[in-house]
């Protein structure tokens, strides 16, 4: 009990220590700090501890190795009524060896008309954005009790038809102990190089000297300035509140220090019943626009395998309130 005040106690100081980033704003690919399935949202992102199936890979993943055999992840948001986001993982446990994962994240639009100074209503000639991480992830054991993991990412940027891409890797641990089946877990996502938007529409010609008519035209090129990835290191523990009977209810704390905000907490909380029913909460600690979420969800046992549906409701001050769903299919 004395171990488990201390971690609370920790993390919980260093969620009230928080202090203006000098880099607010700064990093691109914001794609990559959405977050990813329901489960996940609902206890308002603090899982990092609790992770324990193929959504791990977007969250902590040393949490796939709980997977037992093969497990796929489905979940989609529509991001304000404006932008669709999808995400999908299918993790195998290959024994011994360790365990596999894969996974992609898009974020997309509909055609978008573009307008210019002369032509304020439209050109009739449109462009769309897109955003796509593409993973492989791979973990396992260390000893009985600590399993670290690891992904790496292929990231793409798009708007009309100038694109930025790069790669970064994600690492993860996760730590249980034998009290309340506490797990102290770590994790740092997106390191890796800047990116920096490249393409066609780049290329201009201009006049070199305008006071003369004879002047040449000389082919040009605008340039663009290199930005960081979303850069984040997480720390956090889940565990076991209480079980009596048919209810459970478990817990979690996570701190975020991103490299382009404040530091955040994050607190969520499950309460699962008979194991097949599970109601879910969170509160988010130092966001602008956003505190309290919410969600639930259920399982259905086919044989051997199950089929998991899960739900979020997110609540934003300003931005409309996003619904998350997700699906996971263990074989």
Known sequence: MKTYIKIFLI???CGNVFAQNPNLGTSGAQFLQLPVGARAEAMSGAIIGLTDDASAVFWNPAGIVKVNNVQAHFSYMDLYDLFDFNAAAIVYNAGDF???GASVIMLSTNEIEITTEEEPNGTGRYYDYGDVALGISYARYLTDRFSVGVNIKYIN???????ASGFAFDIGTQYKLDFQNLTIAMCMTNFGADMKYDGPDLDITIL?????SS????PSRFTTDEYPLPLSFQVGIGFDVFEYDFVKMRGAIDVTHPNDNAERAHFGTEFSFYDRFFVRGGYKYNYDDQDFTFGAGANV???SSAIYFDYAYSIYDILPSVHRISVNLSF
């Open 208 to 212: 070199k000297d305008d006071s003369y």
């Open 11 to 13: 993390l919980l100081a």
């Open 215 to 218: 002047s040449r035209l000389i």
């Open 301 to 303: 046992p086919l044989g």
């Open 157 to 163: 940027q798009s708007i009309y038809n100038e694109t």
């Open 98 to 100: 360790g365990v596999l």
